[in-house]
């Protein structure tokens, strides 16, 4: 089973205000560990689920999306991290998989997620971008960066196993 893991940072375990989740925060550094923590916790409940093959795709548009720790994390994970992608936020690895460029996945999960534009008091809350944008909305509806992901997802036939944030 090959499982496509998205990683954003605003709705990690421990993150609780704008300052964790940016270069000049107080505890930016921490919460790059409390991600890859996150992500490491996904990556053996996949495991321990029957996962053979696990990818993490970091999602976090801070430091040209190199946030994980890579140090710190599962050394048997694939990591797509940095760019050129197509943006702050993508799924270049669901795309390869849509494009035949890697084999396909079996489920999602979406890690550290967060709330979408306009939900307050949600902690993080923005969809794409942190101030250019009130709403995204998918069929007159506003909807937050992890539905888009699994939006996305569920046209290529893949479901969306897990959410945290």
Known sequence: MRILIS??????SGVTRWQDVITQGQDYARARSWMTADVNAAVAGARAAGATEIV????????MLCNLLLDEIDPEVD???????????????LEAAANG?????????????????????????HTISYESYRAV?????????????????????????????
Do not use: C, W, Y
Not at 7 to 12: H, K, L, P, R
Not at 79 to 93: D, F, K
Not at 103 to 114: M, Q
């Open 101 to 125: 460029e890697v084999a396909p996945f079996d489920a999602l999960f979406l890690v550290g997620h967060h709330a979408k534009a306009g939900d307050r008091p949600g902690i993080g809350a």
């Open 56 to 63: 993490v795709e970091e999602n976090h548009g801070v430091e």
């Open 7 to 12: 990683v954003d940072m605003e709705g990690i």
């Open 79 to 93: 990591v797509v991290r940095g760019l050129p992608r197509n943006g702050p936020t993508t799924i270049a690895a």
């Open 137 to 165: 909305r998918v069929d007159g509806r506003a909807v937050s960066e992890g539905e888009i992901f699994a939006i996305a997802a569920a046209q290529q036939g893949l479901p969306t196993a897990l959410i945290t944030g």
